[in-house]
């Protein structure tokens, strides 16, 4: 058990959560005494956990249905101290004999890493949290990445941090965004699985603290309408034996012709995971250009705009270089978009593709023959890429396939089409773990 200190009381209790295709954590809690149960048999969860909405609707399938059961399942060396008696662990789907679900997201994201791992590649991930705190801050009290909004939450980071430390959670650094009351937390790379759950933990952690301090917080992907909208960025890099790929290469700002296939591999791929990576129902109002959410298909150095920016091998960058992947938002499983991520970047090394040409200027200001493309934003655009996407059925698997396909297809038919500000006031706390 890790970050656990001293005995447990008769008030101790195990949280193990897993995160559906809406992007919300769902999650069953057994008393400390019963942690051998958790690990050994699971709780039980029925398989329509797996098409639960953003709105709690149940998007039915043929493979999902009121019939069966599946296993929550948590391993005791994930367990966490949270604090106050409160223990928790990211827990998988299995089915009654224990065997892995089909279904598990944390399951797919496994997979990836390993046939990552048998060509020879190993991959890290660091992610961003980026969230607004609701009740926290005035216009009047407020500058974008502001010293004084910092110190207006000076407990708030104070208990994080603490809260941080006692979980073993490795945040390396935070600070104010450019929206009223946003701020983010920067997380370590880790391995790609540990990685995810550890992004996990810290939006509960930032949560749970908010809560206990009389504030809220906020992941959706758009918490007000016409405001700033909150991204979930990863940074990832790769090595090839003990060597990695994004520097010390020919290419340019050092990347190798693995390091550029790689690149060139994610943009091919963006379009055909944007259900993904940015498929909720609010997420199309963040992904416009201006927001420097990567919505413009390119690459650059240190280009803000680009859906892949490339962080270089320098002195300012202890890490070694790396690539952020911009279009994430909250909204998606972290799970499922690290797999996609690496899963197209995998698909791109192994197809040995030429890296595209870098856009370093404002891709907003390029037009005619040299205009970038948009990702898809259109419901039709986006359900249809994912869904005639011969990497992702590779890479997740059918059974995920039809669900996400169901969760996201009523999520944009049923809320698309309503009013901004309704959808974004009803879905403001969804991701709030």
Request: hydrophobic share 45%; aromatic share 6%.
């Amino acid at each position: 058990m890790r970050g656990a200190e001293g005995g447990f009381g008769h008030t101790d209790r195990v949280v193990g959560s897993i995160v559906d295709m809406a992007g919300v954590s769902r999650a069953k809690v057994l008393p400390i005494s019963r942690l051998s149960t958790f690990v050994d048999s699971g709780a039980g969860a029925s398989p329509s956990w797996t098409v639960f909405c953003v709105d709690d609707h149940l998007a039915f399938t043929p493979s999902f249905s009121v019939v069966g059961d599946l296993r929550l399942r948590i391993d005791g060396d994930d367990v966490r101290d949270l604090g106050n008696g409160a223990h928790w662990a990211p827990a998988c789907l299995t089915e009654q004999d224990g065997t892995p679900s089909l279904a598990c997201t944390r399951g797919a994201l496994r997979r990836v890493t390993a046939r990552l791992a048998e060509s020879g590649l190993t991959a890290r991930i660091g992610h961003e949290i980026e969230f607004a705190l609701f009740d926290a801050a005035t216009t009047e009290e407020w500058s974008a990445y502001g010293l004084n909004a910092v110190l207006t939450q000076e407990e708030f980071f104070e208990h994080l941090l603490a809260a941080a430390s006692t979980a073993e959670l490795p945040i390396e650094q935070v600070h104010a965004e450019a929206g009223l009351g946003q701020f983010e937390v920067s997380l370590a790379p880790a391995d790609p699985v540990a990685a995810a759950d550890n992004a996990v933990l810290a939006r509960a952690l930032i949560s749970r603290i908010a809560r206990a301090l009389g504030l809220r917080a906020s992941f959706s992907p758009m918490p007000v309408a016409g405001g700033a909208g909150n991204g979930a960025h990863q940074h990832v890099s790769f090595t090839e034996g003990d060597l990695p790929i994004l520097s010390g290469g020919p290419g340019p700002h050092g990347l190798t012709p693995a390091g550029g296939a790689a690149v060139a591999g994610i943009l091919r791929a963006l379009p055909e995971f944007t259900a993904v990576l940015a498929g909720s129902a609010l997420s199309h109002l963040r992904l416009r250009p201006g927001m420097w959410s990567g919505v413009f298909r390119c690459w650059g150095l240190e280009n803000r705009e680009a859906a892949v920016r490339l962080c270089a091998d320098t002195a300012g960058n202890p890490h070694g270089a790396n690539l952020e992947i911009k279009p994430i938002d909250p909204s998606a499983n972290p799970y499922l978009s690290s797999a996609a991520i690496l899963g197209a970047a995998h698909d791109g090394i192994a197809g040995a593709l030429p890296l595209p040409d870098e856009v370093s200027v404002d891709p907003a200001e390029l037009t005619g023959a040299h205009a970038v493309d948009l990702l898809p934003t259109l419901p039709s655009d986006v359900l249809g890429g994912f869904e005639s996407s011969a990497l992702a059925r590779d890479l997740f698997g059918p059974l995920i396939m039809e669900a996400l396909a169901a969760v996201k297809g009523y999520e944009q038919a049923e809320y698309r089409e309503k009013p901004v500000d309704e959808v974004a006031q009803r879905f403001r706390y969804a991701w709030t773990s």
